[in-house]
């Protein structure tokens, strides 16, 4: 298999739309190359687009656990968290993506909404 062409096919898939699709395409790439953080972004936000949250999740976890300093990884955790209906879980990877991205206006967004949510007590 020539894992460049599917990833670029999966990227195609994502971008028109099919995440499902994409997602298809990257698992036996991921499989392949466990450490390729790339081919684990799109797969992880491939499966938070097409509702797959908790494999969105696991595939984060993976991302965070291998570069805590990875921002975006923090924050589509953090989304997923929150689409889980997980709000205090979801606050800490959204504060860690707002402290290290701060300039990012979607990063404080979703920090607010959420912390609105856990403040409220939901």
Not at 36 to 60: D, P, T
Not at 104 to 120: C, F, P, T
């Amino acid at each position: 298999m020539d894992l460049l062409a599917e990833y670029r096919r999966a990227t195609m898939y994502f971008e028109m739309g099919d995440p499902s699709g994409a997602a298809r395409l990257l698992e036996p790439i991921i499989e392949a190359e466990p450490s390729n953080s790339s081919v684990r972004q799109l797969l992880a936000r491939a499966y938070f687009q097409s509702a797959q949250l908790n494999r969105a999740e696991e595939q984060l976890r993976e991302l965070v656990a291998r570069d805590p300093s990875d921002h975006y990884a923090h924050h589509v955790l953090g989304r997923t968290l929150e689409r889980l209906n997980r709000p205090a879980d979801a606050l800490r990877h959204l504060r860690i993506a707002a402290a290290m991205h701060s300039t990012n206006a979607d990063y404080a967004e979703a920090l607010r909404r959420v912390q609105g949510r856990v403040g409220n007590g939901h």
